[in-house]
């Protein structure tokens, strides 16, 4: 997996490394995991920092757009579940929040059902290859 570093630990930039967020690749380098997550943080702390680990997948996933549909989302959302009875959710309610925010402005700016046939007939695609 290509990784294009920046030298500035925040994500203003337009290419980050997933350290810049805590997240790591796995041993085999296909998928991404959170390194960890402090639980004694209080619930505002979280959803911001939520926010920002949301901003920066979004930079990561533009700067490596291979793994764009790759799941990595779900499995950070999953890895920040495990927190959900303390104010540690927060981790999960500010990332998605972010995300939220994001889709709606996409949807502004783009055609949902014209992108969503395209995003759709490419997985289709992928289907047919694999089941040759």
């Not at 209080?42 to 939520?50: L, P, R």
């Not at 989302?73 to 540690?88: F, G, L």
């Not at 995300?99 to 490419?122: I, P, Q, T």
């Amino acid at each position: 997996m290509t990784v294009r570093k920046s030298s500035y630990s925040g994500c203003t930039q337009e290419s980050i490394s997933l350290d810049d967020c805590l997240y790591a690749p796995s041993k085999d380098k296909s998928i991404c995991e959170f390194q960890w997550l402090d639980e004694n943080v209080d619930y505002g702390t979280a959803c911001a920092q939520g926010r920002k680990y949301a901003a920066c997948i979004a930079l990561y996933l533009k700067a490596n757009p291979s793994l764009a549909g790759s799941n990595i989302i779900n499995r950070i959302i999953d890895d920040m579940t495990v927190v959900k009875d303390s104010d540690a959710r927060g981790y999960r309610v500010g990332f998605c929040a972010f995300l939220e925010v994001m889709v709606y402005k996409f949807c502004c700016d783009h055609d949902v059902g014209r992108f969503y046939a395209s995003v759709d007939e490419a997985y289709r695609l992928v289907r047919r290859r694999s089941e040759v």
